[in-house]
């Protein structure tokens, strides 16, 4: 009887429970919903983001003959925002030809990426940021970075490059052994040629997310053309008539891409202004006899902070300008000001504040948290700053003041703060915030093209200023490798 009883409550139990799992079974869990989808071409890579309500669930495949790049997006429904991603492939693109999205299965959708050649992808998620929610990134590079091997050739040099192109004569460069003299100019500008189509890819790629985002850099030029683009601008190595080296200065357009920075009031991007006062100041200094300027971007598209250090570093600049441009919550803060790091806290709470915004540029931009850059970190691990922070003021003095002479100051000195940007250990690095978005006037300021160039003046003139007093002498670079 008693085991009767038993193997009746244990009936009951089961039935109970085979009803509980069953009604959790059937109730519907909500998919995940992709809210957005955006593709970022540049000649440095490509980056399409897909946003949605929920972390992304994902999983990658590259196929070979021709190169695609298989995504399973996984507990989504197929809806029209994804679907967009297909109209959204520019022609120009430099890696990508098409994107075909369908349903792979129910709740799963499969984004086909048809790649132009062989390229290097990297794919990641990122948290909610800024106005962003989730996002899944994929990342495709050129599977080598033609300005790096450029660089690289540099510092073993052949003994002769023939710099004969088009069938023109004669002329033939010894580039120099020594370091001394930046003996390359690699202009991010002259970036244009793209990935033949008819290229036959080779080998196979493999998702390498570290690899992929470390190598991050340029073009996808075949080598050859970008030699040949390199060569005419390696620069006269003879000192010219003052006795002087060539300097080099590298200005960093701040934000980018999925990056906007600072929103004005009417709607101008901080990553616009930027990028169109650094494109100016760059033409400005390039018409300096014994000066040329490179940009550590030329588009909009998203470098994160310690790729623009890197990048002024390999091509040995003698300075860093970063171009920003101020926000704030009060429409009344008005006025530039100049930043150069600081290794012992921030000089005041604003200098602090800002320096934590600009710093979240690398995760609202989006930087992949498995790549860390162990050379940075060594860098700034073993080596004092304090020597070049002393040119960073001296520079940032000598910038403030003429800017001072064309709009108001928001600070009068130059204030520190730990802005990522600025960390070359051995390149004087300024941040000029060179007026408040967020400030109706200054906003129409900064559209101002006759504004952009007074500003562009004042900042060249204060880099001669600064050389005036702290003459460009040989770099002793820090060894990068
Ligand atoms: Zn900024």
Same mark, same amino acid.
């Given at each position: 009887m008693s085991n009767y009883l038993i193997k009746y409550c244990f009936s009951i139990l089961m039935c109970f429970t085979f009803s509980v799992v069953g009604l959790m079974l059937s109730t519907p869990v909500q998919a995940n919903t992709v809210t957005a989808v955006r593709i970022w071409p540049a000649d440095i890579y490509t980056r399409i983001t897909i946003e949605a309500e929920k972390p992304i669930l994902y999983k990658m495949t590259t196929l070979k003959d021709p190169e695609r790049v298989v995504v399973d997006v996984e507990d989504v429904d197929l809806n029209v925002v994804i679907k967009a991603l297909s109209e959204k492939v520019s022609e120009s693109d430099p890696y990508i030809s098409k994107i075909r999205v369908a349903n792979f299965k129910p709740k799963v959708v499969r984004l086909v990426v048809d790649l132009k050649g062989e390229a290097k992808p990297a794919i990641f998620t990122l948290p909610p940021a800024g106005d962003y929610k989730h996002r899944l990134v994929l990342d495709i590079y050129p599977?080598?970075? !033609?300005? *790096?091997?450029? &660089?690289?050739? /540099? @510092?073993?040099?052949?003994?002769?490059?023939?710099?004969?192109?088009?069938?023109k004569s004669t002329q033939v460069v010894t580039l120099p052994q020594s370091t001394d003299v930046p003996s390359v100019t690699v202009d991010s500008n002259v970036a244009a040629v793209k990935i033949d189509e008819g290229a036959k890819p080779a080998n196979t790629t493999t998702t390498n997310s570290v690899n992929a985002v470390e190598t991050t850099s340029q073009t996808s030029q075949t080598s050859a053309t970008l030699q040949a683009e390199v060569s005419k601008e390696v620069p006269d190595n003879k000192p010219s008539s003052k006795g002087l080296r060539q300097i080099t200065i590298a200005i960093d357009p701040g934000h980018g891409g999925e990056d906007p920075g600072a929103i004005g009031a009417t709607g101008s991007r901080e990553k616009e202004i930027t990028l169109l006062i650094a494109k100016k100041l760059k033409a400005k200094i390039d018409e300096? !006899?014994? *000066?040329?300027? &490179?940009?550590? /971007? @030329?588009?909009?598209y998203f470098i994160p902070l310690h790729m623009r250090v890197l990048k002024a570093r390999k091509l040995q600049a003698d300075l860093f300008i970063s171009i920003h441009a101020d926000a704030f919550t009060n429409p009344a803060a008005r006025g530039s000001s100049v930043f150069a790091l600081s290794e012992k806290g921030a000089t005041s709470a604003s200098a602090r504040y800002l320096a934590n915004k600009e710093n979240q540029s690398d995760l609202i931009g989006g930087v992949s948290l498995n790549v860390k850059d162990p050379l940075l970190a060594r860098t700034l691990l073993d080596l004092s700053q304090t020597a070049t922070i002393n040119d960073s003021l001296k520079l940032g003095k000598a910038v403030l003041g003429n800017i001072g002479e064309i709009n108001k100051l928001h600070k009068n000195h130059v204030e520190q703060a730990g802005f990522a940007v600025l960390k070359s250990p051995d390149i004087p690095s300024i941040l000029v915030e060179t007026a408040f978005?967020?400030?109706? @006037?200054?906003?129409?300021?900064?559209?101002?093209?006759?504004?952009?160039?007074?500003?562009?003046?004042?900042?060249?003139?204060?880099?001669?200023?600064?050389f005036s007093t702290n003459p460009a002498l040989a770099k002793t670079k820090v060894a990068l490798d």
């Open positions: 599977t080598k970075d !033609p300005l *790096m091997a450029m &660089l690289d050739e /540099r @510092d073993n040099p052949p003994q002769t490059v023939d710099v004969t192109a088009n069938n300096e !006899p014994n *000066m040329r300027a &490179l940009l550590t /971007r @030329d588009g909009d978005i967020s400030n109706p @006037d200054e906003e129409r300021r900064l559209n101002d093209s006759a504004y952009q160039d007074k500003l562009v003046l004042s900042i060249l003139t204060g880099i001669k200023k600064y």
